[in-house]
């Protein structure tokens, strides 16, 4: 893409012999539009747990962002691909990275990548 920019631009500088600064502000610095959709977001389930013994697989009763198991009373957000999360780590994740943690899926709606 970044060749088909400088294809398409017939006042194209030599980005060869451009500053860091000046290749900042000419592509940006790559982290565009990593985040979730704060609305894509509001959209997740969360549930409260009471026993999370119960009510989730062994394999998924820890929280692959904080390492700490889930507890009764932890609220919990599942993501499209069905991993979950306590709430208030994956609302610090999404925001800054907008795809799961443990498989990469983007939970955005509106992404076709």
């Not at 000046?22 to 609305?39: E, N």
């Not at 009510?55 to 069905?82: K, M, S, Y």
């Not at 999360?85 to 994956?90: G, K, N, Q």
Request: charged share 20%; net charge negative.
């Amino acid at each position: 893409m970044m060749m088909m920019m400088m294809m398409n631009n017939n006042n194209n500088h030599d980005i060869d012999r451009m500053s860091y600064e000046q290749l900042l502000a000419r592509f940006g610095d790559g982290s565009d539009h990593w985040g979730a959709d704060p609305h894509d977001m509001a959209r997740l389930p969360v549930t409260t747990l009471h026993d999370p013994a119960t009510e989730l697989p062994t394999d998924c009763r820890d929280c692959h962002i904080c390492l700490e198991p889930f507890v009764p009373r932890d609220q919990r957000t599942v993501l499209p691909c069905l991993h979950g999360f306590h709430t208030r780590c994956i609302d610090q994740w999404l925001p800054r990275n907008g795809s799961c943690p443990i498989c990469k899926h983007k939970i955005s709606v509106n992404d076709s990548t």
